[in-house]
């Protein structure tokens, strides 16, 4: 029933049963194996960053990021910090749409319609705001090498400003509506248990490893962007059951807002001029790797460069690990649970796409 479930259709699942005990589990990916080198062979920088996204379809944004990131530490590139200011808003609605994805995806394994219609709702408003300063809405060819595409005018400003309070108070409602029903609570709780070691050991990152009791996010252990200049807290859970992933991505929808409410009343009023032309840029032969904290965990790509051509790339995508951490789990787990459990972990199916490496 995998299909039924958006993300767990690049995927086939093996289990063996007692009654209704999982003893065994084993996932197959070998269903979404492609060979990478098709996607980037012999071409040129500028030109990857239109299909980038599609290594993650649910936050488009967080591939074009870590692509450009990785070439401009390359080039020891200053990135203005109006241009940082754009990117960590529009990584924001981003976060925030895909974890409504997610409620979106729980709602719907748990049978709650009006919790489900309520949060692709809130979605769509979220997508709203994205195509109207990017111009598209899952696969927003945004980010450029140094820069962005195109200014923040003072009327998309104004909107998203509009727009925050009515989206704090439908998520505080959504949330109302799904965690406020002990039935609901009672199914989640000690569900798909993921200790903080099994966690880590297996390398799992994002709000995965946060709501196993581990206080780590890129964005502030590792000053991503400009995240330091903004106050935000780092949520993470104890138990690393499905109520705690679940709750995890509601505060952390709040959090999210709390950034995007700084990022816009505090944008750097800069002029911004295009400086060199990248088709022009020659690199010797460089290895360089990136990572960003994206809505399911780090995200890396691993890259070989030399003069303006790709020779190599590799995605890391968070969801492989926890791939490998639900076939850790399931074992012991109720056959009934298993769509929940599935859904609790937020897989994201471009992300567990094979490269050759």
Do not use: W
Request: proline fraction near 3%; include cysteine.
């Amino acid at each position: 029933k995998n299909q039924a479930l958006d993300g767990f259709d690049s995927l086939d699942m093996y289990i063996t049963a007692d009654y209704d005990e999982i003893e065994k589990a084993y996932i197959d990916t070998d269903i979404s194996r492609v060979v990478g080198d098709n996607f980037f062979k012999n071409g040129k920088l500028t030109n990857i960053l239109t299909y980038i996204s599609r290594f993650d379809y649910n936050a488009g944004i967080f591939p074009e990021l870590c692509f450009c990131l990785a070439i401009e530490e390359l080039m020891q590139l200053k990135v203005p910090k109006r241009v940082q200011y754009i990117r960590m808003l529009i990584c924001e609605l981003f976060r925030i749409s895909s974890h409504l994805h997610f409620i979106s995806n729980i709602c719907k394994v748990l049978g709650n319609e009006i919790a489900y219609n309520q949060s692709l709702i809130e979605r769509e408003r979220v997508l709203r705001i994205i195509e109207f300063i990017t111009g598209a809405r899952i696969h927003p060819n945004f980010i450029r090498i140094g820069g962005v595409k195109k200014d923040l005018s003072y009327e998309k400003i104004k909107n998203i400003r509009e727009n925050l309070p009515v989206i704090f108070k439908r998520v505080t409602r959504l949330e109302t509506l799904l965690l406020d029903n002990s039935i609901i609570t009672g199914k989640l709780k000690n569900t798909g248990v993921a200790d903080k070691n099994t966690a880590i050991n297996l390398g799992i990152s994002g709000p995965n490893l946060r709501a196993s009791g581990i206080k780590y996010d890129m964005r502030k252990n590792r000053n991503l962007l400009l995240y330091k200049d903004m106050s935000f807290l780092i949520i993470s859970g104890k138990y690393g059951d499905c109520l705690d992933r679940i709750q995890l991505r509601f505060r952390e929808i709040f959090q999210s807002l709390k950034i995007i409410h700084q990022i816009v009343n505090e944008m750097p009023e800069e002029r911004i001029k295009k400086l060199i032309n990248l088709d022009e840029l020659y690199f010797p032969y460089s290895v360089m790797i990136s990572g960003v904290e994206c809505p399911h965990g780090v995200f890396k790509i691993y890259l070989e460069v030399k003069e303006n051509v790709i020779l190599n790339m590799i995605i890391i995508g968070p969801s492989r690990n926890s791939v490998n951490l639900i076939e850790k789990i399931l074992p012991g787990c109720k056959i009934e649970d298993l769509e929940i459990i599935l859904a609790s972990f937020d897989i994201s199916s471009g992300e567990i796409i094979e490269t050759k490496r």
